[in-house]
Structures are given as structure tokens and as C-alpha cells.
């Protein structure tokens, strides 16, 4: 029999989308890599495989083959768990992963629910909180920034200011990236009150995909997944677990710290959104996210 190929994720510490696609694969067991990219962007061009600078990019390689280019290279999460959803036996699966099944008629489709929460209304609210609300900033990105990219003995002697400045030109990209996402001028984006009501509606629209609510008060009714009918999370799972992750984690569901933006949030909606935070909670336990440990052979890290 031969050798599956060998799979590397060219991933960033803490990125919800790497994040997605490695609570797939480790609840799947398909077994892969993990590869760090370097921050900077043009460094990054020169490590990805693709030669661009999006983050996760599956690379697969041939094993026992003189060629070091991989057979195969998919930037973009949700490309990545298509691409093994329909090439499955390419890298050695005797059957699809199945992270979009099938639904029946006048159920929501697998893909356009991921898409939703990985590309439009709720990623762009993530961006918001983590890079574009003064608060959330302060949770999150200000301190992963601080403890990533600066040495120990700096990261407590660098004043805010200094990295504020030092990001400005990253928070007004995705500014940019934020309002488009969610569909609303960047001006819009100034109405704090505004963006939190948008989060809870769009959060209680993933909670209406976990079935009907109704006044009975035992939840033991409720679906364990988004999708209907299926007994393990797809990747509308993955897609909505990644992002709350940022939003109100703590931390304890990845190996790599993550600093969450608006954590208060839950308590908050604690009862509007407490079946979507039984269904997380559930996906917290099963599907941990882990990065350490995973790192390349020698021969397929040799050639960067």
C-alpha cells in the first residue's frame, strides 16, 4: 500500500480561520502538519507555497518523491475543507470527510451557512470588534500583537500608543474589510450600539438553525449541529465555533492563548443566545483547536 501524501497547514497563531480548519481535521483524524508563516506580509510571500498571503494555505506533498513542490496548494479555509470534501482519496481517506452533506429540500445549504459566518455578516463583525472598536482592540489584538511580536523582556516596557501608531495602517484596512463585510459604510461603523445589535441578530439567526424555540424549557431536544439530521459538526460548525472563539473565548479551547475581544458579551446575551452557547460550550469540549506539536519533517520544511 502506499504512502498517503503528507498534508501542511501554513497557519497563524490565534487566526479564527486557521482555527476552522484545524478543529476539522483533528475532529476527523486526517492527519496534517502545521507550518508558522512569518507576520510580515512580504516575508509571507516568500514562505507560502502559493506565493501569496492569505492564511491557512494547505499544501500537500508526494511523499518518497525527488520533486519538493507540493502536488496540490488551496489558500482560504472553507477552499480547504471543500477541496478534502471532494478529493478525499487523493490524501489517503476511504470516504469523504463529509463536511458538507447533503440537506433535504427546504433546509439551509451546508456551504452558504459557512460561507456566511466565515465571509460576510459575522466575520465582518469579528474584524470590527478585534481590530476596528477601541474596546475590543484593547482585549484583543493589542495584546496578541503585544506578546507575539515583541520580545519578553520589551512587551512590558512598549507603551499602547507606540503600538497603536505602529497599526494604524492594519486597523483602517480592515476597517475597509469590516464595512464590506457586514454590508454597511465605514462611517456606520462609528455607531457602536448599532454594530452590537447587528451581532446579536445575526448570532440569533445561527442559534435559529439549532431548531425551533419554543417555551419548553428542556433543552434536550435541541439539535447538536447547525445542519439537521447529521451526527457530527460540518463545516458551518467549524466555521461559527472559530469566530465566536474571538469574540468571547476563553482561551482555554485552543493550546495557543487567544485574547477575545468583548468576552462580556456573553454574559450579557445569556439568555437570548443560550441555546447557540449550549451548542458552543459542546463544540468547546469535543473540538479543541490545537497548533502545538505538529510540526513539519525536516524534508518538507528543508526548501524555506
Known amino acids: ?114 460561507k456566511r459566518a466565515s465571509n460576510e455578516t459575522l466575520a465582518g463583525l469579528v474584524w470590527y470588534y478585534n481590530w476596528v472598536n477601541d474596546r475590543g482592540f484593547a482585549n484583543s489584538m493589542l495584546k496578541s500583537i503585544r506578546k507575539l511580536s515583541l520580545p519578553s523582556a520589551l512587551a512590558c516596557l512598549v507603551p499602547d500608543f507606540v503600538l497603536r501608531r505602529a497599526l494604524e495602517s492594519t486597523r483602517t484596512k480592515f476597517r475597509g474589510e469590516a464595512a464590506r463585510a457586514i454590508g454597511v459604510t465605514e462611517a456606520q461603523l462609528e455607531d457602536e450600539e448599532a454594530m452590537k445589535q447587528l451581532l446579536v441578530e445575526e448570532l440569533m439567526y445561527f442559534q435559529s438553525l439549532l431548531g425551533n424555540d419554543d417555551d419548553d424549557d428542556d433543552d434536550t431536544t435541541q439539535q447538536p449541529y447547525f445542519m439537521a439530521n447529521t451526527t457530527q459538526p460540518t463545516a458551518a460548525d467549524f466555521s461559527v465555533y472559530a469566530q465566536l472563539e474571538r469574540l468571547v473565548g476563553q482561551g482555554t479551547a485552543s493550546d495557543v492563548e487567544i485574547f477575545p475581544a468583548i468576552q462580556w458579551f456573553r454574559d450579557e446575551q445569556n439568555e437570548t443566545l443560550e441555546r447557540l452557547w449550549h451548542w458552543y460550550d459542546h463544540l468547546r469540549a469535543t473540538c479543541p483547536v490545537q497548533f502545538k506539536g505538529k510540526r513539519p519533517p525536516p524534508e518538507f520544511t528543508a526548501q524555506k
Open 1 to 114: 500500500m502506499s504512502t498517503p501524501p503528507t498534508i501542511i497547514i501554513y497557519a497563524m497563531p490565534g487566526s479564527q480561520f486557521t482555527a476552522k480548519v484545524l478543529a476539522a481535521l483533528q475532529h476527523r483524524k486526517i492527519p496534517h502538519y502545521i507550518a508558522f508563516v512569518p507576520l510580515q506580509v512580504e516575508d509571507r510571500r516568500q514562505f507560502l507555497p502559493s506565493g501569496g498571503t492569505l492564511v491557512p494555505e494547505m499544501a500537500i506533498y508526494k511523499n518518497n518523491n525527488d520533486d519538493d513542490d507540493p502536488i496540490v496548494v488551496v489558500p482560504d479555509s472553507e477552499a480547504i475543507l471543500e477541496w478534502l470534501d471532494e478529493n478525499y482519496s487523493i490524501v489517503g481517506l476511504s470516504e469523504s470527510p463529509q463536511f458538507y452533506p447533503q440537506q433535504q429540500q427546504q433546509q439551509p445549504d451546508c456551504r452558504q451557512v459557512s
